[in-house]
């Protein structure tokens, strides 16, 4: 059997071991600490001088978000339909209401035109949502051309989850740039990892600080221990965030390495009839952290599934698109606005193995094992 190749593992890039070898000499192992500042001054950086709060996870930095925004008990979220779970737990977390918005064909993101129908008729009906959660999916910058100018119009704030987007662009400006907030993830398979951490990043400085505020427990500074509110545990450790400034070193690389082999995919695959990729929309610079191809049924004599368990049978994991969460369970009581497309991509997308450290000898297995499966 050959090695397996994996999603979207982990990649060091050199100078990892040594930066969290330092945290340790200098005896910084308890959480935060001068690598939580070093990390968090990097990624502000990048981001072209952002205010940052570096988190134990992307879910604690995403929730953070919505609490900064002020959502509590019984408001109205707004949120991308297609995404992972987290994205809308993070409202249940806040005993608030998800209100779930369909993507649009021409992105695969949110449809503005739907976000902006719901719009209309909450405020009608007077119960605007506290803030619309929009997710940059698989690293691709959400249309923020149409949607920022609607959620402005209506006075409603923007948390931008950027989970899987950092290093995307979108007519030259960030991806966690768009929202008033916005939260990153360096969970194992991102474009980079520590590997469980998150970030929180704003412009405004005062919800930066109030996000560190709640995410070490709301302790007020007092001598002794002291709270008027309930807090969080969700700072990141020093250790990690050594490992993160490690990371922070090789961003673009990485940024370029996932490019080239969403490149190489579409140059390799684009000559299977009913194969797709996901768009990349005319401005949108993406990180490609993970490829996704789209089977038309029509055309392709296998389903996405099937797919997939013809690669794992060779040692390589493919991954279905994230399931709607119209269509989860748990959500099953929250609205929707439309809800055909995600469940369409859905039943007919597969994400590729994008790490990047996959070699061409790789990538040209997996291109001729699924060249021989869907039209040998
Ligand atoms: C879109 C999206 N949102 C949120 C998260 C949550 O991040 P984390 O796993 O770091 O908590 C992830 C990744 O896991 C994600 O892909």
């Not at 360096?186 to 980079?192: H, P, V, W």
């Not at 000898?361 to 021989?372: D, G, S, V």
């Amino acid at each position: 059997m050959q090695e397996r190749i994996y999603l979207s593992p982990p990649h060091m890039g050199g100078s990892e071991e040594g930066l969290t070898q330092e945290a340790f000499a200098s005896n910084w192992i308890a959480p935060l600490g001068p690598f939580v500042d070093r990390f968090e001054r990097a990624l502000g950086d990048f981001l072209g001088g952002k205010h940052v709060c570096a988190t134990c996870s992307g879910t604690g930095a995403l929730h953070l978000g919505l609490l900064v925004l002020g959502v509590s008990k019984g408001d109205r979220v707004y949120c991308s339909d297609f995404t992972f779970s987290a994205t809308a737990n993070i409202i249940r977390y806040c005993q608030a209401e998800p209100v779930f918005i369909d993507s649009d064909w021409a992105t695969w993101q949110m449809d503005p035109a739907l976000l902006e129908a719901a719009l209309e008729r909450d405020k009608r009906e007077n119960h605007l949502p506290k803030a619309v959660i929009v997710v940059d999916l698989y690293g691709i910058s959400a249309n923020f051309d149409a949607i920022s100018p609607i959620c402005e119009k209506y006075g409603v704030p923007i948390l931008e989850d950027s989970a899987e987007a950092l290093g995307s662009s979108y007519r030259s400006k960030k991806c966690g740039c768009f929202g008033r907030v916005a939260g990153f993830s360096f969970n194992g398979n991102k474009i980079i990892t520590t590997s469980g951490g998150g970030a929180m990043v704003s412009d405004d400085e005062a919800l930066v600080k109030r996000a560190r505020f709640l995410a070490t427990q709301a302790r007020e500074p007092r001598p002794y221990y002291h709270h008027y509110e309930i807090g969080y545990n969700y700072r990141l450790s020093n250790i990690l965030a050594a490992l993160g400034c490690g990371q922070m070193e090789v961003l673009p690389e990485r940024v370029s390495a996932r490019r080239r082999i969403c490149a190489d995919y579409r140059r390799l695959l684009g000559d299977i009839e009913g194969l797709s990729f996901m768009p990349e929309p005319e401005g949108a610079e993406s990180n490609c952290w993970l490829t996704v191809i789209q089977l038309d049924p029509g055309k392709v004599k296998l389903s996405p599934d099937e797919l997939r368990l013809r690669l794992e049978a060779e040692n390589i994991e493919s991954r279905l698109t994230w399931k709607p969460m119209h269509l989860q369970p748990v959500f099953e009581s929250a609205e929707i606005f439309g809800g055909d497309v995600c469940r369409t991509i859905f039943e007919r997308g597969l994400c590729l193995p994008s790490g990047s450290a996959l070699s061409a000898a790789q990538q040209e297995r997996i291109c001729e094992i699924i060249h021989k499966v869907l039209l040998g």
